[in-house]
């Protein structure tokens, strides 16, 4: 399997001494992303993800497929993905309308990534129950592919439902279904029900392959969509100088909102990259450390990055998105097409 290599994007356009200038408006912050994925479609770049929180006084995206229709309409090769929506929050079946929606306007270049979420104030608000997470999921699942297939058979679960009624139009290119999960029950189940796993700092590839194995897959049917936390720069202990504050944002606000479970906030950016939150790379280990992660887990299928941290202006995440595309890619892709690496002599 060829792997692709993507970006990833949430939106977040922090206020306030985060980016030490002025809020930009969030029309601009749009509009300079999708410019900068067509340009990265045009440096060779494969993919772009998407994310979803609501009510977060940043903006955190809380519309990816309003997104994912203009990013369509703007490109012509990339794939476009979700990694990933809450399913829990929503119907299954506009889920499943809206995908099979994009997947027809884009010429199937859509998948669907969904999460069980973690958030409380998210599920109070849309009238769901945190500790029916696992449920909400797993059966918005099965609607959805339900949906997608145009079968007229009713569904009824504990949580959900859907009536004898066909979903129309179904996708002439059926979307895969990919999963997210942490914590290793969860991993189980993206395994179970999921047609690939979305991965974070490629922490649990050997819990979802054990959870493959245990189910009786074949590894060959395991797919990894792995989301990096790295920042690769010419000079990266001087770029993260640069915009460690950015990173030290993003995370702090994951960890406030309960993404990692009951652990303290960072206070400085040198944290990060002691706990390995993460990771600073020049060119050169990039592509070491791409190349054995997919030398070692030949099941990952995309690699993406973020294209640039809460309140970092977009022009300088280009800088690091046209390093990946022009020296690091080619070089993996080089190494990986190499069946005998040559041995570096000390």
């Known amino acids: 399997m060829s792997t692709h290599f993507g970006l990833w994007y949430d939106f977040r356009n922090p206020a306030g001494d985060t980016n030490g200038t002025p809020p930009r408006s969030f029309s601009t912050l749009y509009r300079e992303a999708l410019d900068q994925m067509v340009w990265a479609e045009s440096l060779g770049i494969d993919s772009v993800w998407l994310t979803e929180h609501h009510f977060m006084a940043d903006g955190y995206t809380p519309s990816p497929f309003v997104i994912a229709g203009a990013i369509g309409e703007r490109?012509?090769?990339?794939?476009?993905?979700?990694?990933?929506?809450?399913?829990?929050?929503?119907?299954?079946?506009?889920?499943?309308?809206?995908?099979?929606?994009?997947?027809?306007?884009?010429?199937?270049?859509?998948?669907?990534?969904?999460?069980?979420?973690?958030?409380?104030?998210?599920?109070?608000?849309?009238?769901?129950?945190?500790?029916?997470?696992?449920?909400?999921?797993?059966?918005?699942?099965?609607?959805i592919r339900n949906c997608w297939s145009g079968s007229d058979e009713p569904f009824a679960g504990r949580r959900l439902s859907k009536p004898a009624l066909p979903v129309t139009p179904t996708p002439e290119s059926v979307p895969a279904l990919l999963v997210g999960a942490m914590a290793d029950p969860a991993i189980e189940r993206a395994a179970r029900i999921g047609d690939g796993f979305l991965s974070t700092q490629n922490a649990h590839h050997a819990s979802y392959l054990?959870?493959?194995?245990?189910?009786?897959?074949?590894?060959?049917?395991?797919?990894?969509?792995?989301?990096?936390?790295?920042?690769?720069?010419?000079?990266?202990?001087?770029?993260?100088?640069?915009?460690?504050?950015?990173?030290?944002?993003?995370?702090?606000?994951?960890?406030?909102?309960?993404?990692?479970?009951?652990?303290?906030?960072?206070?400085?950016?040198?944290?990060?990259?002691?706990?390995?939150?993460?990771?600073?790379?020049?060119?050169?280990?990039?592509?070491?450390?791409?190349?054995?992660?997919?030398?070692?887990?030949?099941?990952?299928?995309?690699?993406?990055?973020?294209?640039?941290?809460?309140?970092?202006?977009?022009?300088s995440g280009s800088a690091r998105v046209e390093l990946l595309a022009t020296e690091v890619i080619p070089r993996v892709r080089a190494r990986l097409a190499d069946p005998e690496p040559a041995e570096v002599l000390a």
Do not use: C
Request: aromatic share 10%; charged share 25%.
């Open 75 to 143: 490109t012509s090769r990339l794939r476009i993905g979700t990694n990933l929506i809450v399913s829990p929050l929503h119907n299954p079946i506009r889920l499943a309308e809206d995908a099979a929606t994009l997947s027809l306007l884009t010429g199937g270049r859509f998948d669907l990534g969904v999460g069980q979420g973690y958030w409380e104030p998210e599920f109070a608000a849309f009238g769901r129950s945190l500790r029916n997470r696992p449920s909400l999921l797993e059966e918005g699942v099965d609607i």
């Open 210 to 315: 054990a959870a493959v194995d245990k189910l009786g897959k074949p590894r060959s049917e395991a797919r990894i969509y792995a989301g990096q936390w790295a920042i690769i720069a010419d000079d990266p202990e001087r770029e993260w100088a640069r915009i460690g504050k950015h990173a030290l944002y993003q995370i702090n606000q994951y960890i406030e909102m309960g993404a990692f479970g009951p652990i303290p906030q960072f206070t400085d950016p040198a944290q990060l990259v002691e706990a390995g939150s993460y990771t600073l790379w020049d060119a050169d280990t990039a592509v070491s450390e791409i190349s054995e992660l997919l030398r070692a887990t030949p099941e990952i299928v995309d690699v993406h990055f973020w294209a640039q941290l809460p309140g970092e202006s977009v022009e």
